[in-house]
């Protein structure tokens, strides 16, 4: 026990200053959910393995923590067999193992472990909505803030274990719905104080309708990747790219405006009508975009800007109609700090058809940088204890105690002393703590109180004492 | 696919009626932590398997939930050494093996696994103090509240996963800390409306004192279990019982006053100064429990009664002080709603030697199911949305969408029905969500509000919607 204690590399421990930051964050994001008629539910850390794998690809299964089998169980219950190749396993690298040894051990594990950490909140969800199907009243507006796993090599603003904050909406296809999301982003960015979050959106179906018109609907993701980097390499560059992928010259004259994709919302519906108008698909995507975007405008925004982007491209193996990535104002580095998107079969992978969901993701520990980076924190998010008494010895402590009782009945954060060490030394306390009063002696129903920040010391009765310490 | 999906037994969802709930008890407890001066904390689900094991007992180890390594390390970095009887084990008994076997066996998961879900918050508290203790400013009061995973037989009334929320201080022996988490007991559940809960003290060195009275300290465990029986097979009974595990009938006769232990706590504790005058730490016990209960009593408590139980010997093995419980009001049927207790070295498990610790724990789960019993949620917890616009089609939702986005930034709780469906299931679902108010047609600046609860109609203008929907 000489070494000092660590945690599995991608976890965190967080102090309370950090905990205090993130709640702040959190409450402000179920404050609104709760304001837009999302309700919130909680599922179990782990699920059925048979519930997650097979969800989320094949690199997915692998990132997914499984839990060992416990107690009895674990050698009592299943007939375990093992795999014939585990010895010759031991010493090969993950990547060069042969298809077959990979289910060999897959079957080993799935035996020895039937459990395995939440990796996201989106198929608990669905899950949990087609488990309780019978007693859920549709439309279901659901709200869900909690840690989930994943076995991904950890590095800077990557973890391990993290939070995720959903908000979806299942059993409508409502287009409101994309515009009330919109401005639920809005009204969370704008109560955290961030000016000139971006907004993204995007929709499936002119994706689609731009692989019909390139007629390429497999090239579509390294069209989009490409478009994405035209700010960085210009068209020439993106042009080349696209053209190494196998992209006709002649595909690429059709839809040319994409390179030149500026101006108001409206002016890029109207060049997308034009370019798209042979397909159906991105003609329903612009309807859809149009109504979305229309109504987001005329309702205004608060402190956010919407934009339309088609190179915006995330979650495309799912999404089948908007697609959301919101980025954090101009100037901050960092990646998108929230997204989201329709998907028109959301339980249908546990046999429930016909459900369209849509929903939006807000990426805490993002959000977290962003509002230090910005010095967005309120002052009060820090503060805890607002108020400390100084340990006389026991008599006084008492005194202290009558009156600290007092104080926390009205709400006041406040604490005693425990000892009755050197007053020096309690001093110190409340001042790496960061208490902004200390009450030093008690005499009859006076207190001699400390404004640690002005370093001023008054005699106040415990009404002056209440209003010093409550108003500043 | 076709197989309704399910959860692992010892889990459970939270719908958003019981999230709603829940979350209502713990912001309490988290306002009062703070209000005490408790600052939170949180650490990973997951610890390095040696933080955990052997800190429970063996049969704490058996119930910690173990994480199979993921990845290439799985299988690349250790060179796993496969238990030689592992084949024959598959078909015994986890209590019929052999400890050779179990040293095999458990020689083989800590290969295979080297990481663990949290079975406390007392544990991983510990390692946090440890780890950073030079940014700690002691003492240290924190609070946290998280889950915790046990592997434990599934019961009513125990899960696999639950919450703690608990509340320690660490680096300070003075007892103010144990009369503050009293009055914290207190100050909780007269906030959510309890009376009559009973905060039972005890202290570890009084028991140790009865032990040396009785001459006997292997038999303290025997005796105190014995003593519980009290209330359910008498005096007789006890004595029988406590006969048999051993003890004499002359030490029975030197502590005969416990079997008539009543009267106020003062009375209590001079009984306990005569009977335990020869042992020098019973003494000390009692001038400790002394300290506290005359504070707690003059500093009065709320709704809660404080009683010193003698049979109270929970946490035995390594509480070395005061020991809490806290009883359910009579009338409610209900085990421990909370406990705690002083542990002399807290940190020592992890090289930090000389810190003391004192905490308490609430216990969510069992408060949940009294407050339900004795119908103490206030209504107000199962309130979400407070207001429904019906949708009549494109033009007027945009209305809607328009007085919507009004209230919201008031903080009302508002939704707008996304589709045009009938008027009949738009009503229908504002009557399955006990949402209590629908808006309908909107004329001009007039909205048709309907109150669901008394089925009155009126005419509106926003001002008085705001006001009916805000003070109903």
Redesign the interface.
């Known amino acids: 026990?000489?070494t000092?204690?660590?945690?599995?590399k991608g976890?965190?421990?967080?102090?309370?200053a950090e905990?205090?930051k993130r709640?702040y964050i959190l409450s402000i994001i179920r404050?609104h959910f709760?304001?837009?008629?999302y309700?919130?539910?909680?599922?179990?850390?782990?699920?059925?393995s048979d519930?997650l794998m097979g969800k989320y690809g094949e690199e997915g299964d692998?990132?997914?923590?499984?839990?060992?089998n416990?107690?009895?169980y674990f050698?009592?219950k299943?007939?375990?067999e093992?795999p014939p190749t585990?010895?010759s396993?031991?010493?090969?690298?993950?990547d060069s193992?042969s298809v077959e040894e990979r289910i060999s051990?897959n079957k080993f594990?799935a035996k020895?472990?039937?459990?395995a950490?939440r990796y996201d909140l989106t198929v608990p969800f669905a899950?949990?909505v087609?488990?309780?199907q019978n007693?859920i009243?549709f439309?279901f507006?659901?709200y869900q803030i909690q840690?989930v796993?994943r076995?991904d090599r950890p590095q800077k603003g990557r973890f391990r274990?993290f939070y995720q904050c959903d908000a979806d909406?299942v059993g409508?296809?409502?287009l409101?719905?994309e515009?009330?999301l919109i401005?639920l982003y809005d009204?969370v960015f704008s109560a955290l104080g961030l000016e000139g979050v971006t907004i993204k959106i995007n929709n499936r179906k002119i994706l689609s309708g731009i692989a019909e018109v390139i007629g390429a609907s497999d090239k579509l993701i390294d069209f989009t990747v490409a478009l994405d980097k035209l700010d960085k390499i210009g068209e020439d560059g993106v042009k080349k790219e696209m053209m190494e992928k196998g992209i006709s010259e002649e595909a690429l004259q059709k839809v040319q405006p994409l390179f030149h994709f500026t101006g108001s919302i409206q002016e890029k519906i109207e060049k997308l009508a034009t370019l798209l108008a042979s397909s159906q698909e991105g003609m329903k995507g612009i309807e859809e975009l149009r109504f979305i975007c229309e109504?987001v405008t005329?309702?205004?925004l608060q402190k956010s800007i919407l934009d339309l982007d088609v190179t915006l491209a995330r979650g495309l193996n799912y999404y089948t109609g908007a697609i959301f990535e919101v980025s954090a104002p101009t100037g901050v580095a960092m990646g998108s700090i929230g997204g989201g998107g329709r998907y028109d079969d959301l339980t249908g992978?546990?046999?429930l058809k016909n459900m369209s969901g849509v929903g939006i993701s807000f990426g805490l520990d993002r959000i977290y940088l962003v509002l230090e980076e910005l010095n967005l924190f309120p002052d009060t998010v820090a503060t805890?204890?607002k108020v400390l008494f100084l340990?006389y010895g026991v008599s006084q402590?008492?005194e202290a105690?009558?009156t600290i009782?007092k104080l926390?009945s009205q709400?006041?954060?406040?604490?005693?002393y425990?000892?009755a060490a050197k007053i020096d030394k309690q001093f110190k306390?409340a001042e790496?703590?960061a208490i902004p009063f200390v009450v030093k002696e008690i005499v009859e129903t006076k207190f001699s109180l400390k404004n640690l920040k002005t370093g001023t010391q008054t005699q106040v009765d415990f009404n002056q004492l209440l209003e010093e310490v409550t108003t500043k």
């Open positions: 026990m000489a000092k204690p660590s945690i599995p976890t965190r421990d967080f102090s309370p905990v205090s709640n404050a709760e304001q837009y008629g309700q919130p539910i909680e599922t179990p850390s782990f699920e059925n519930t692998r990132l997914i923590f499984k839990i060992l416990s107690g009895n050698y009592n299943n007939k375990i093992l585990l010895e396993l031991q010493i090969k690298d993950a193992i051990l594990t020895i472990s039937e459990k950490l899950r949990y087609v488990q309780h007693e009243e439309p507006k659901r840690p796993w076995a274990e909406v409508s296809t409502s409101w719905q515009v009330e401005q009204s109504n005329r309702l205004g992978i546990f046999g805890s204890t340990n402590a008492f105690m009558q009782k926390r709400g006041i954060k406040v604490e005693l425990p000892d306390h790496r703590r």
